[in-house]
């Protein structure tokens, strides 16, 4: 047989596979699927066994493949999903921190909440707005979204939908405009944040659905950074919280803390060493630990699983290389 | 509908994914799908946003009515909004060989913009807020602060210090100097090691939403 | 005097100001402002409930206007009774008259000031502060009194024409482009400059001769942030001499770009590099050329480009997002010879491993400087280099000064606290 | 006209904003506001030029019949079917429900989303082929990423629980992100900061001129 039609013949599998699947999930015939603590053990020998054999390849001077690697990754992956482990999960410092501050906050206190990220991001960012917006809501801190990424005000109504599903914040009767608003997206990157410090309302002269901003009772007050108690920013890159910083925190005096995608948070951390920042969720692992702190298990914990994983197989391919390195000397390029 | 979405969202996701076997017609497809779709995407967000929300309403308000037909909530139209969209065709001018230079100006006003905004925006947050942050009492403003934080405050302190020094260029890196460069680099290298598995984090984390769409969203194998 | 002299004692009275309003600041509480409901009188009992005290009202300085501060002394509660915090009630001036006092601010217990930020330029107004006291009543129902102070002084807000809280940076802006220009007119003047070595800069040649052995192209990508990000421009410097070298080597250099002014700019930049060293004839239209401005978009296009014709040599210079790694990664799987150079912290490890030379942060910076070897370029290296030496001064003085009590130095490094 | 009439207003321009920051009296309280809706609006215009090169570059490889001349028919449909959509939508082309939005929605986040996840698989495969502890750098380097990675997730204090509480990995990391990692951030970032502001300087006071095409 020769490679193309092999390759054809797995596509085909797969797709079949994948139409069966679908159509059990459309009649109801396949239910969820759960491995058995003991299927568990035996799937994690597996990944063990199989890693034992990619070093022994590579002892022997033979490269895998990139494309083993990759397979490697996708198993470890998607089998946790399959898993049901429980994990304890330990807060950091600056999740603290960050719990501390909005904990602190008198009932009524105005947060500003900024979603600037889109929805490749949403996995990280995501869990950590529910839990976020969650927290607020349910300790009657009033809530005021916007948006530097044009996409952003659509993650915020779907983080809003999402909660609003929970019984204790259904029985709080919530009003939009009272409670909450979504001022919606404004272009203009970190200049929308320096105008917002001397007026908001010339910012945002409606909300996302095209209301006035006078007509809102909970910012129509509201006309600058100094009647915000503190911000929240949600950022996956540019404009994001280094602008806020540099804009917000350090012209205004913004009282901020921030919720990063794991590539940034690292340098987030000078921030808050410097006070400009106070407290910081980074990457899925710190939504994780917020969502325990504010008693909202979501995604960001029922990931963990895979992001445990997902780090050990990363891990064990960083010793894996570096043994075969030193043991075929450390001059020879592999 | 759903159904459709569903399955073309999927279809996508595992063209893109199959390029980690090799470059493929199917792969390819999704790619130009995708440098496609995305440049009209920014294309109409922009057009829509900025020409129309920015430009077209400033200088033409809506006129709102109420109920009655009374005018509510008129707008000042604002007329400097024309020098931003003078720029903007001057920025087209690009098209037309002879007079392609005159581009130079909108691109000139862009430049300035951010150079001016950066020389402050950097010199204030990134510089001075940072030095003022690395200057305190090691031992806390009373002497109270535990071994711990006393530690920390001074690797801090060091390892600004020598990995400044690396960024020092007028100095060849012999002697102390060298030494204390040497400091700096392991610091950053450290820095560096840190951002490696926080980015290893982050990739992952989006890996992990593409799965949970795969085997949840779409085939419904997962809760 | 001399100039040195005046800025510094300039400096002191900014400083003594940054502090003044540092106080000011930190005792700022939480600002709303004209509730709805109305002020509740009613009182509790006959007890004698203290007003606030010494209204003071200034116009609020260092701001554009429309803004006035209220301060007051506040009062001591009668036993039995608990401050719940103040109204801030104001009153426009008509001629020499108080017209309606109306609620403007309301903060809570502990704060003995307000920011009243709703006011206009040209109108003169009154203010009186209430206090809230609130005690148990008798059915244990909370209850509230309010007292209300006299009336302040006729006050009006302006915009003022410097903000003095801003003093240091304005005198550390101005030192330090002071020196930069200082260096570059020294530089001009034919003074030689030294500069260090930098590893990454040296392989240029060395790459470039790599690709016109193989015959094959070397790829430039200048990041995928727009002309107005400054990593940019240091890239787009770079690039001039990477087609000035591949021009004279007669190799194939080719430039995508994400974005159009970029590919404007990188079009006159290769353009001009070819006429330089006599090659006018050989710079082709669509060697620079656009592909998208979606980041992923760019990085799937580049990819597939790399995979496709092996390029021999990669050149990444600019500002860098996720897609580094890709890139990347897909150039080291071709075995392509890689030069990076980014300010962008979360990417540089992975250009770090990945390729073979990497700029670090300002390294990429001083590349365009050293590259093009002119005295602007090295006079302003020299001057961020002694920029660099009075922070290194700094740190090593504040530190021994503040951890032995003497003086708070780090606050002349203060913005806007 | 060509270069002298653009270097004044790099420098005009830069130069009133800097000075913004320190007055705030009118009109430089007024400048900003003006500023940034013409650089909002230049920049949606300036995207034109990129488009229309992207078609063009597409048309060419058609017309040439150069490889993959069928990915770039898709390109050009593709762009034209999200513009056409885009433009026919009107001022609510992203609510729900539009056809931009199911675009949006099923065609560019999913591809876009799943071009980030594509960096799960390279990051792995980078660890194995190119992470190496070559020298003490790289060492340290790999030592931090390591602890980092073993610290950030819950199985990294299971593996350790036969250390103290206070030793464990997920202690380490937070060690390693507030000390080590806080100063070498910090540093880059002070120098980085050093080099904008003197491009930037350079740039106002139009002794830098490359972004105006080439040399002097």
Known sequence: MSTRAKELLVVGIVLLFCIIAYLGKVYGWVDTVVFSPMVSMIVVGIIILGLVFVLIRTLQGRLINRQVVFLFVGIAVIMPFFMSITQKIRTSPEVQQLYDAVAELPKGSKVLVSFDYDPPSAPELQPMAEAFLYYCLSNDLKVIIMGLWPQGAQQANLALEAIMKNEKLAAKGLEYGKDYVNLGYQAGNEFVIQRMGADFSSMFRTDYSGRHYEELELVKNVKNFSNIDYSFNLSAGYPGTQEWVQVAVDRYGLKMGCGNTAVQAPMMYTYLNAGQLVGLLGGMNGAAEFEQLVKYPGKGTKFMLSQSFAHMIVIAFIIIGNVAFFRSGRGKKL | MEHVALWVAAFLTLGIISFLYKDNPWYKLCEAIFVGISAGYWFIVLFWDNIVGKFWVGVFPPKELNDVGELVNSVEPDYWLIVGAVLGVLMLMRLIPNIGWISRWPLAFIIGCTSGLYLINYFSSNMMRQVQGTIMPLLGMNYELSTYDIIGNIIIVIGTFTGLIYFYFSKEHKGWFGRAAKVGIWTIMITFGASFGYTVMSRMSLLIGRVDFLFGDWLGLIN | MNLQLVIRSRLFVGLAQVCFFLFLLVNLGPLAFAQDEPVPTQLVDSTPLNPPTNIEVADTPNDAGGSITIRWTEPIPPEGTAIKGYYILRAEAVGNEQGQFDVVGETSTGSSELLDGNVVDTLNYYYRVAVIYSATGVNGLEVEALAESGISRMVSSSAQWFDWRRINVFVGVIFLCGFILYYISRAKAGKKLFIRKIAGLEAVDEAVGRATEMGKKIYFIPGTQDMDNVQTIAGVTILGRVAEVAATYDTYLEVPVSRSLVLVTAKEIVKEAYSKVGRPDAFHEDQVHYLTDDQFGYAAGIDGMVVREKPATIFFMGAFYAESLILAETGNSIGAIQIAGTAMPSQLPFFVAACDYTLIGEELFAASAYLAREPKLLGSLKGQDVGKAIILFSIVIGVLLETFGVWRFSSLFGVLD | ?216
């Open chain 4, 1 to 216: 006209m060509r270069r002298e009439v653009p270097l004044l207003i790099t420098g005009i321009v830069g130069v009133v904003f800097v000075l913004q920051y320190f007055i705030p009296h009118w009109p430089f309280s007024q400048v900003n506001t003006w500023f940034s809706d013409w650089f909002s609006i230049v920049g949606a215009f300036a995207i034109w030029l990129g488009a229309l090169n992207l078609l063009k570059i597409s048309a060419l490889k058609v017309i040439g019949k150069k490889s993959d001349w069928g990915y770039a028919i898709v390109i050009i449909i593709s762009f034209i079917i999200m513009v056409a959509i885009g433009f026919a939508e009107g001022k609510e082309f992203r609510e729900q429900g539009t056809m931009f939005s199911w675009l949006y929605e099923y065609v560019y986040s999913p591809l876009s989303a799943t071009m980030f996840a594509l960096l799960a698989f390279f990051v792995a495969s980078a660890s194995y082929r190119a992470f190496r502890a070559r020298n003490l750098d790289a060492t340290l380097l790999l030592m931090a990423g390591f602890l980092i990675m073993l610290g950030r997730v819950p199985v990294g204090d299971s593996i350790s629980f036969f250390l103290p509480e206070n030793y464990q990995f997920s202690q380490v990391a937070s060690w390693i992100m507030t000390w080590p990692q806080t100063a070498g951030q910090r540093a880059i970032m002070i120098g980085i900061a050093l080099g904008l502001v003197s491009t930037s300087l350079r740039i106002i006071l139009g002794i830098e001129r490359a972004h105006l095409g080439g040399g002097d």
